[in-house]
Each structure stands twice: as structure tokens, then as C-alpha cells.
Nanobody, 126 residues
Framework: QAQLVEFGGGLVQTGGSLRLSCTAS????????MGWFRQAPGKERDIVAA????????YYADSVKGRFTISRDRAVNTVYLQMNSLKPEDAAVYYC???????????????????WGQGTQVTVSS
């Protein structure tokens, strides 16, 4: 069973960039739709970006369109979230997730994901 681990969070100034990485500490998720979610204190966990199992057809939340890019590299079993032009409202714990089932289209509902990482903190200073 795949387990996911996120890397790349940290503190950045407004307008800066970060790249988050998600890899499997055990197993592989090469045939799973993948997503990035985020959760700020006192708020629900929301979808940020998602890919279908082929790695195509990206979905982006309106709040990050044009600034964030989700991608995957099957050769190294890693999914990325490139975040540019960061804003204070982007600050949150970011989670990587893999869909419950293999070979599915992209998913934007957290209930469709069965494997989660532990999260990585992103802080944006104003």
C-alpha cells in the first residue's frame, strides 16, 4: 500500500515561489489520479490542483489558476506543485493525495482520495 510524503514547504515572502514534491515512501502511485489540497487554521481542507492517472488534464482551483502548476514525473515516482507569486492567503498545510482507485480521471473531492501524506507547512510573509 502506497504511503505519501511531501517535501518543500517553508517560509517565503509575498511574491515568492516554492515547489512542493510528493513521493511514495512505500509502494507506487504511478497509476493513480493525484491531487494537492491545503488546509488553513480553522478552515476546511480544499482542493488546490489535481491530475488524472495519466498525468494530464490538470485541474486548478480558481484561487491558484495562473500561479500554480501540478505535474508528475513517473520516472522518479513524484508529483510536484510549483507555486509562484505566492500570497499570504496561500499559507496553509499542503497535502498530497492519491485517489482511492487506479486509472481514474482527476478528482476534486477529498472523499475520492484514499492515500494522504502528512502535510507540509507553507507560510507566506507579507
Amino acid at each position: 500500500q502506497a504511503q505519501l510524503v511531501e517535501f518543500g514547504g517553508g517560509l517565503v515572502q509575498t511574491g515568492g515561489s516554492l515547489r512542493l514534491s510528493c513521493t511514495a515512501s512505500r509502494g507506487t502511485f504511478g497509476n493513480y489520479a493525484m491531487g494537492w489540497f491545503r488546509q488553513a487554521p480553522g478552515k476546511e481542507r480544499d482542493i488546490v490542483a489535481a491530475l488524472d492517472w495519466t498525468g494530464d488534464n490538470p485541474y486548478y482551483a480558481d484561487s491558484v489558476k495562473g500561479r500554480f502548476t501540478i505535474s508528475r514525473d513517473r520516472a522518479v515516482n513524484t508529483v510536484y506543485l510549483q507555486m509562484n507569486s505566492l500570497k499570504p492567503e496561500d499559507a496553509a498545510v499542503y497535502y498530497c493525495a492519491a485517489a482511492v482507485n487506479r486509472f481514474t480521471s482527476r478528482r476534486i473531492n477529498s472523499r475520492d482520495y484514499g492515500f494522504w501524506g502528512q502535510g507540509t507547512q507553507v507560510t507566506v510573509s507579507s
